[in-house]
């Protein structure tokens, strides 16, 4: 009865131990090389692998880490099987090729990968992340090599040149391009440095294109180009020589260092000679800024005295125009105008008493249009009308006023400076 009840209970665990222990998804790192020439790629390869099925492909790292070039080659990512516990269980691979791009250790941290499988036990989509231990290599400059800046290893490396004029007869206006090619198998283009340096050429403008980059890959072996190209203009008679290119590599399938040169040429160019501005002389230049600041100087305090002077001359002739016969005529002008009974006294009196001669008011045509102009405003008077009234005033006073000068007119002022009798 006792062996009954323990196979029982040893029948009854068994399923719930297997639940327990349950497959997980695996991560394998496949990294056979950890040296490498700067430039040359070595082979990282991660694969994952589910005891199911994945109905989403994983989240793949990057591994982008400073001084590495990282690349995918074509098929990066292929389907795998595996055999395990005699059950297959089903992957993706992921191949990367890594370059290290300067000599010197260097250390991928820890790279995760997100991977969404079928959990058949579960009956659900689970979502699980994997994590790789840090990943070391070195770059390894090669015996031979070590000279080498910038360090280039390639399978083959070669310059080309391309001259688009005639550098031995030039005039003022004529132009020469100037564009080396360099080709690299066995290395990304990236590692190539820069070609054609600026030179300066008398009587010669010089203005580069932008360097163009071109890369292939195949079957995960990178090559390329870079295209540098220089348009030289003649705009004065002189020239000079533009230098070789030359490129120091190394040949990673010999295991030498070679040299890829192109030859450097010469410009000649008739013509005048251009004209040499002299430079400017430190003196020169700290006189002519101390004469600068002085003359402002002595602006701004001719100024200042001028100003008081300037404001009392403004407000006296302000005044004497205010007080002129003309200022007084013009304001009796523009009453009339209004028709303003209140302002007309006022205003008459202030004129009468500016005018030379006998007083304007006591003309008897003037007394007559008043007469009128009252008689027509309270009522009483001859049967005219407001306006003919104060047109009948208007054309007495022009005729009152003298026609000679007036007492405080501006003619009248006296003058700016005035100089003491001789």
């Known amino acids: 009865m006792i ?35 700067p430039g040359q790629p070595l082979s990282l390869r991660l694969t994952v692998l589910v005891p199911t099925f994945m109905p989403e492909p994983p989240v793949w790292p990057s591994l982008e880490t400073p001084n590495l070039l990282v690349r995918l080659p074509s098929r990066s990512t292929s389907p795998v ?146 295209v540098e190209s220089v348009t030289y203009l003649a705009e004065a008679g002189g020239g000079g020589a533009l230098p ?30 251009p004209g040499r501005a002299e430079p400017l002389d430190p003196r020169r230049v700290a006189l002519l800024a101390a004469a600068v600041v002085l003359g402002l100087t002595l602006v701004i305090l001719v100024v200042r005295r001028l100003l008081p002077a300037l404001a009392r001359h403004r407000a006296r002739r302000r005044a004497q125009v205010l007080a002129s016969e003309d200022h007084a005529w013009r304001m009796l002008r523009q009453v009339i105008a209004r028709r303003d009974h209140a302002a007309l006294r006022p205003a008459l009196d202030l004129w009468a008493g500016r005018v030379d001669g006998p007083d304007p008011r006591r003309s008897a045509r003037v007394e007559a249009a008043l007469l009128a102009l009252g008689a027509q405003r309270y009522g009483g008077g001859p049967t005219t009308t407001d306006g003919e009234a104060w047109t009948a005033l208007q054309g007495a006073l022009n005729e009152a006023r003298p026609k000679g000068r007036r007492v405080g007119a501006y003619d009248t002022l006296p003058p700016l400076n005035p100089r003491g009798a001789s």
Request: charged fraction near 25%.
């Open 3 to 37: 062996r009954l009840l323990l196979v029982l209970l040893v029948t009854w665990a068994l399923p719930a131990a297997a639940q327990d222990t349950a497959a997980e998804p695996r991560l394998t790192v496949d990294f056979p090389e950890t040296e490498a020439v």
């Open 244 to 273: 070789p290119v030359s490129l120091d590599w190394y040949d990673t399938d010999e295991g030498a260092v070679k040299t890829a040169t192109v030859p450097g040429l010469e410009l000649q160019i008739d013509g005048p000679a």
């Open 81 to 226: 099987s595996e055999r395990i516990d005699g059950e297959t269980w089903s992957g993706v691979s992921r191949h990367y090729r890594i370059s290290p791009m300067v000599p010197g250790p260097m250390t991928l941290p820890p790279q995760e990968v997100v991977v969404t499988w079928q959990d058949l036990e579960a009956s659900d989509v689970r979502q699980t992340t994997l994590t790789t231990e840090a990943i070391s290599f070195a770059g390894v400059v090669p015996e031979g090599a070590e000279g080498l800046d910038p360090f280039i290893a390639a399978a083959d490396l070669s310059l080309e040149q391309e001259i688009e004029g005639d550098p031995a007869a030039m005039v003022p206006g004529d132009s020469l391009k100037r564009q080396v090619t360099a080709r690299v198998e066995g290395a990304s283009p990236m590692f190539l440095p820069p070609l054609l340096d600026m030179v300066d050429l008398a009587g010669v403008a010089a203005y580069p294109d932008a360097p163009k980059l071109s890369e292939q890959d195949d079957r995960g072996v990178p090559s390329g180009s870079r």
